[in-house]
C-alpha cells in the first residue's frame, strides 16, 4: 500500500489464489494497469487476515467494505553517497478503502483522498 501510495497509485488489487506460485498484484497509475508477481500464494490467507486485523473486523468476517487509516514507521532512503545509502524513520499515513467479497476473492483497495 505504501509503494502504491507513494506512485499516486488509484486503485490496487490483490488477485485471487490460483494454481501459480504468486499471486498477481497490480495497481493503476494515471489510467494504465502495471501488473507483477507479488506474493507467494500460500501467504494470500495472512495478507487477507492482516488487513482484516487493520480494519478492526473479525478475521474471516465478509464482506470487507471499510477504510484502512493506519500510521507505521517506515524506513526510507534518505541519501545516497561514494557507496553508502544512508536509511531514515519517518511516520506514514495510509488511507485507502478496502473492499472484498469473500477470502477467495480480489482484493481492491482505493486511496482515500483528504
Not at 494515471?30 to 482484516?52: K, M, T
Request: charged share 25%; aromatic share 8%.
Amino acid at each position: 500500500m505504501y509503494e502504491a501510495q507513494q506512485t499516486h497509485a488509484t486503485e490496487l488489487v490483490f488477485g485471487i489464489a490460483s494454481e501459480g506460485e504468486y499471486i498477481w498484484i497490480k495497481h493503476k497509475i494515471e489510467g494504465q494497469w502495471y501488473e507483477y508477481a507479488g506474493i507467494p500464494s500460500r501467504a494470500r490467507p495472512d495478507v487477507v487476515d492482516a488487513l482484516a486485523r487493520l480494519a478492526e473486523l473479525p478475521v474471516g468476517q465478509f464482506p470487507i467494505d471499510v477504510v484502512l487509516d493506519v500510521k507505521c514507521r517506515i524506513k526510507d532512503i534518505a541519501s545516497i553517497s561514494d557507496n553508502a545509502v544512508n536509511l531514515a524513520h519517518r511516520n506514514v499515513r495510509l488511507r485507502w478503502t478496502v473492499k472484498m467479497t469473500s477470502a477467495d476473492a480480489e482484493c481492491l483497495l482505493i486511496p482515500v483522498c483528504d
